[in-house]
T-cell receptor
Framework: AQSVTQLDSQVPVFEEAPVELRCNYS??????LFWYVQYPNQGLQLLLK??????LVKGINGFEAEFNKSQTSFHLRKPSVHISDTAEYFC???????????FGQGTRLTINP | GAVVSQHPSRVICKSGTSVKIECRSL??????MFWYRQFPKQSLMLMAT?????????EQGVEKDKFLINHASLTLSTLTVTSAHPEDSSFYIC?????????????FGQGTRLTVV
């Protein structure tokens, strides 16, 4: 079975500052990793995903994440945030070949002007 | 990208009535659909997995007689909350996966805010 831990429930940052949202996972098999963003009262939108290959993955809205197998981490980063990035961010994992996604608890990113 | 449409976005119903939520894949065939429930400021809890033409697989602790799932076609799955009670009030989200180029990713609907009064 897989599990995901998002280490920060809330992250407040100032506009134009860099941000890192942390995600660690646990799995006995190879996995795919995902970051989703959720705006209030909406579904989830995929930011980026790691399937294989380069460990640095670039996504939409200027976000990127790095897969670190030895540390079982998949941290999300953005060099300069905007007010519009205020949202809930979910890290998720699925075993390769499996259908189910396992979600972390979510991190609420708040951008202050 | 693939689009999943969920309807309605908001519904208010009286206690004891049933509510149906629809989830449609608009531009791909969804071989598997998932239904999640999300409590305020919490993560998504998987309720059930449905495959087209077969019975849904429910997660432990989810009452299958209360949350009826039907996946009658490759583009439509429905969740019916039967005899709804205030404790069923929540945000329900569906997602869909497909074979082929989209099979490594799940696409999500916009969610349905259910309020039972």
């Amino acid at each position: 079975a897989q599990s995901v831990t998002q280490l920060d429930s809330q992250v407040p940052v100032f506009e134009e500052a860099p941000v890192e949202l942390r995600c660690n996972y646990s799995s006995s098999v190879s996995v795919y990793l995902f970051w989703y963003v959720q705006y209030p009262n909406q579904g989830l939108q995929l930011l980026l995903k790691y399937l294989s290959g380069s460990t640095l993955v670039k996504g939409i809205n200027g976000f990127e994440a790095e897969f670190n197998k030895s540390q079982t981490s998949f941290h999300l980063r953005k060099p300069s945030v905007h007010i519009s990035d205020t949202a809930e961010y979910f890290c998720a994992v699925s075993a390769q070949g499996a259908q189910k996604l396992v979600f972390g608890q979510g991190t609420r990113l708040t951008i202050n002007p | 990208g693939a689009v999943v449409s969920q309807h309605p976005s908001r519904v208010i119903c009286k206690s004891g009535t049933s509510v149906k939520i629809e989830c449609r894949s608009l531009d791909f065939q969804a071989t598997t659909m998932f239904w999640y429930r999300q409590f305020p400021k919490q993560s998504l809890m998987l309720m059930a997995t449905s495959n087209e033409g077969s019975k849904a697989t429910y997660e432990q602790g989810v009452e299958k007689d209360k949350f009826l799932i039907n996946h009658a076609s490759l583009t439509l799955s429905t969740l019916t909350v039967t005899s709804a009670h205030p404790e069923d009030s929540s945000f329900y989200i569906c997602s869909a996966r497909a074979a082929g180029r989209y099979n490594t990713e799940a696409f999500f609907g916009q969610g349905t805010r259910l309020t039972v009064v």
